[in-house]
């Protein structure tokens, strides 16, 4: 069941006895939690709400709670939140509990009427051949909780700042969709702060989105990676000089441009060969979103030019890593050579 579904009948049909939330996305994982909560009308100290975590809790504990009878609940139930049942997944752990599975698969057989328990399970999937997850989701509701889709999450951000009040023209609008990198849990954190700061005003320009959502190391890279092709000297300097200023280190940094340099390289193989967005993203095993913005770049230079800026970048590696030169003036002239094409 997808989470919009999960949580219209959440709200407004009875509880199921056992839900199985299953997926990565941690917004979508606690607008769940909090579902449930403000159904059941609990708070965090309500002796009806209990929470187990499977790597330091025995699983039989959980067990033992969900057969207790409520005490205070609006409903006559207790909620039981079971975390981390690492013991689903094909994961070896050490240093966890060993669990016993039967009064568990026995609850799930006829679980109580007086409880509802709640399996957080964040991971992409499941070890399907294991007994206990079979019997888990035969028994369970599953909540799908997975990362939406590139298409459906820029819907899912539009939709909320449109939800929110605020104006944006359609670049900041776009800016914004770029800066929070399709990420539900970060856009939502960025959007509740450009709502706070509008205040009565719900107007926000570019500028303010640049001011209250700062570019991420992978964003100015990004922007570093760009300058460095196309030749702009001013821009890749100012660029690289504000990035010392906040700590970074030009070791680190020759480092990631040739990562992304070599992203850029195989993106652009790929694409020869024909292959889509979504191939090559399994392909590379990379975020769809980020070979979206890679398929980009590479539309804009050749490949002769990818390989002689990924050359000096591993030059340079080369240079600093054996004490031949000093790594800042090494990159600064990379930087002013790159005007020139090298």
């Known amino acids: 069941m997808d989470t919009q579904s999960a949580l219209q009948k959440i709200k407004s049909q009875p509880l199921a006895p056992i839900y199985l939330v299953l997926g990565t996305e941690a917004y979508l994982q606690d607008k769940v939690r909090r579902a449930f909560l403000k159904r059941l009308d609990l708070q965090k100290d309500d002796l009806d709400l209990v929470s187990f975590d499977m790597e330091q809790d025995y699983l039989n504990l959980a067990v033992a709670e969900a057969d207790t009878l409520p005490l205070f609940s609006s409903e006559d139930k207790r909620l039981i939140f079971i975390e981390n049942p690492f013991f689903l997944t094909a994961e070896r752990k050490s240093g966890v509990p060993e669990h016993d599975f039967e009064d568990f698969l026995t609850y799930l057989a006829q679980p109580a009427d007086t409880a509802v328990m709640v399996i957080m399970a964040p991971y992409e999937k499941l070890d399907e051949r294991k007994k206990i997850t079979k019997a888990l989701k ?22 909320s700042v449109e939800n929110s009040g605020l104006q944006m023209d359609r670049k900041t609008l776009d800016l914004f969709i770029q800066l929070t990198d399709l990420d539900l849990s970060k856009g939502m954190r960025e959007l509740e702060k450009l709502v706070l700061y509008a205040g009565g005003n719900n107007t926000i320009t570019t500028e303010e989105l640049l001011a209250l959502i700062p570019k991420s190391l992978d ?118 050579e790159a005007a020139g094409r090298f």
């Open 138 to 159: 035969k028994a369970a509701v599953v909540i799908d909780v997975q990362p939406l889709q590139e298409k459906d999450a820029i819907v899912y951000l539009k939709r």
């Open 219 to 336: 964003h100015n890279l990004f922007d570093l990676t760009d300058h460095l092709l196309a030749g702009r000297t001013e821009a890749a300097l100012r660029l690289y000089q504000d990035l010392l200023l906040q700590g970074e280190e030009t070791i680190k940094l020759n480092a990631v441009l040739i990562s992304q340099l070599r992203l850029l390289l195989q993106t652009q193989i790929l694409m020869k060969q024909g292959n889509q967005q979504s191939n090559i993203a399994k392909i590379l095993g990379i975020h769809p979103y980020r070979i979206k913005l890679a398929m980009q770049q590479v539309r804009k230079f050749s490949a002769k030019r990818l390989m002689q800026v990924y050359d000096r970048l591993i030059e340079n590696d080369y240079l600093v890593k054996t004490g031949k030169m000093d790594k800042e003036l090494l990159f600064q002239l990379t930087i002013l």
